[in-house]
């Protein structure tokens, strides 16, 4: 049997910032053509995890691996085939075409420049001719923010890239460039089998749109991304117990954390709109459904409840949904076993 | 205060009857000034970027003495290129005291620092995610260094054009390296300096426009790409 080989394969990888440990990844492979989030906390280590898989760093030690060879920083075997949007990207002091077509000049891809610029502007929604002036010949500084992250975007599509790694695409911009971003990625993927590697902290589009979701915290990468993770600090009451309280007097409770500022995993394993007793080891708190989402995996329903400020996600079939008529804005208890949390 | 509009209405005769004192000094201001700025533009531009990109031992060290060579006093230079290029100095052989190489000698060294300091500003001021934008659209390392010099371009060409400014007005190397010598080495400022002493305030006052005419041109395509960067 043929052995496929991912896109993607890291092993023993570490990276430090001042001698900081900021990523430590032992084993990941990302297949080609797949789409893969990665959500985490801030400084979690996503942003620094795109950037060496984007070739623009080298790790401190351990090895990357694109296609089955070594890839480094400026390796010609890589490098044309991967672009990566920044969180924050800036755009080079020439005009919009300019711009889109920089990625094509690099690797010498003249041919029907201004026909490749343009459908890609298309992609992200940036008609090249729209309300009658040329939106191509536009200087950079004419452009507002939301403008700006899909021009970026453009640029990175505009080659047809291999892989295409987006740091948190649709943080900065309002909701119909978020839109046109979202669907500008999906569309790369469909038409010419780009691979995309997304960190957001849109968990529902990710939710929606992967077939993989990496969770990351402080540094590892862990779990399938669909666990419900409660970062600390964690305080001890009264009467021993430990947990964090919310602002209306609920309490998470959980064992002893391995130290205050760990995160527990937490496995939801039901949720029910009575105050029944489900045991003396089961933990109770009362929600409020936000929103219903499919998991793309596995054609269940994601409901996420809202807990204080905490949110809480159970995975749920069509059948269970409809027959405790769960919709958002819902009251709802969920249950969970402080026995089984787990700690990272 | 009559000889300054005298001499005011004398230049624009000379000027625009073609006289061939005031424009063999024109043309020798531009030649040397021209020689000058060229090397020193393509030696100043690459060193001045590696000195505002690359962080290395002793930068702030290099940075300290690039920019106290911007204020080289331009006798000083005179008086260092005459010594290295007449006929006792080591570079007497090469019989260039008192030609117009000799004076673009000096005016390099005089140029050279400033382009090199305000290049590695313009690069130091550079966007820090733009090196990282470059990377992550594909490029290589030749690319890369070409695209931040390209983004950079306004900062460096003002800093040009500042050093093509001071080389234009300078008047202590064309004095001590040329030697002022009429259809030869007379550059405008030499002839300024010359003709004053002479009580020709004509002649003075003509060159003295066309170096504010120049410096004019200096400043306001220092102003125009200010203001495109």
């Known amino acids: ?182 669907e500008a990625a999906i569309k790369a993927r469909k038409e010419w089998g780009t691979t995309l590697i997304i960190a957001s902290h849109d968990w529902q589009w990710l939710h929606e749109i992967c077939d993989n979701i990496l969770h990351m915290f402080r540094g590892k990468v862990f779990g399938s991304g669909r666990e419900n993770i409660i970062f600390g600090p964690w305080r001890k009451f009264e009467d021993g117990a430990w947990g964090k309280m919310l602002a209306d007097n609920q309490r998470i409770r959980v064992p002893e954390p391995p130290d205050k500022a760990s995160a527990a995993i937490i496995d939801v394993f039901s949720v029910s709109e009575d105050e029944s007793n489900r045991g003396r080891d089961i933990i109770c708190l009362s929600g409020t459904v936000l929103h219903l989402s499919l998991d793309k995996g596995t054609g269940h329903v994601f409901v996420t409840l809202a807990v204080g400020i905490h949110t809480f996600t159970i995975s749920m079939t069509d059948q269970q949904i409809q027959a405790q008529g769960i919709y958002p804005g819902k009251s709802l208890r969920i249950h969970y076993s402080p026995d089984r949390i787990k700690w990272v | 205060m009559d000889f300054l509009l005298e001499g005011f209405f004398q230049a624009l005769h000379l000027l625009f009857t073609g006289n061939d004192e005031t424009y063999s000094a024109i043309m020798a201001t531009l030649k040397v000034s021209s020689c000058s700025m060229g090397c020193s533009l393509i030696m100043g531009i690459p060193l001045g970027f590696c000195l505002g990109y690359f962080d290395f031992k002793r930068k702030k060290i290099v940075r300290i003495i690039v920019d106290t060579l911007m204020a080289f006093p331009t006798v000083f230079i005179g008086l260092l290129v005459y010594a290295l290029l007449t006929n006792r100095g080591p570079l007497g052989d090469m019989g260039l005291l008192f030609t117009l190489p000799g004076i673009a000698i000096g005016q390099t060294i005089l140029a050279l620092p400033i382009v090199i300091g305000l290049s590695a500003t313009a690069v130091e001021a550079m966007d820090k995610r733009l090196q990282m934008a470059i990377m992550s659209l594909g490029a290589d390392r030749g690319q890369m260094f070409l695209s931040c010099l390209w983004e950079c371009r306004h900062g460096i060409l003002a800093g040009a054009v500042a050093a093509y400014g001071r080389v234009m007005t300078e008047v202590g190397i064309s004095m001590m390296v040329g030697g002022n010598i009429k259809w030869h080495t007379r550059t405008i400022t030499t002839a300024i300096a010359l003709e004053t002493n002479k009580g020709e305030f004509a002649m003075g006052v003509a060159l003295g426009l066309v170096l504010l005419a120049i410096a004019f041109c200096v400043n306001l395509s220092i102003s125009f790409l200010r203001r495109r960067a």
Request: hydrophobic share 40%; aromatic share 4%; glycine share 10%.
């Open chain 1, 1 to 182: 049997m043929k052995v496929e080989t991912p896109i993607y394969e890291i092993r023993s990888l570490t990276h430090l910032y001042a001698g900081k440990p900021v990523l430590d990844i032992n084993h990941l492979r990302i297949s080609d053509s797949s789409i893969v989030g990665i959500v985490g906390p801030n400084g979690s280590g996503k942003s620094t995890l795109l950037r060496l898989l984007g070739l623009i760093e080298r790790p401190s030690s351990g090895e990357i691996y694109f296609n089955g060879r070594p890839a480094k920083p400026f390796s010609n075997d890589s490098r044309l085939h991967i672009t990566m949007l920044p969180q924050d990207p800036i755009l080079m002091k020439r005009s919009v075409s300019g711009n889109v077509s920089f990625g094509l000049k690099l690797r010498g891809n003249r041919d029907d420049l201004e026909g490749r610029v343009n459908q890609a502007l298309e992609m992200v929604g940036l008609d090249a001719g729209q309300a009658g002036e040329d939106f191509s010949m536009r200087p950079w500084y004419a452009l507002s923010g939301g403008e700006v992250q899909r021009v970026a975007l453009a640029a990175r599509l505009a080659p047809r890239p291999k892989v295409l790694l987006l740091d948190e695409p649709t943080a900065n911009v309002d909701a119909v460039s978020a839109q046109m971003i979202k």
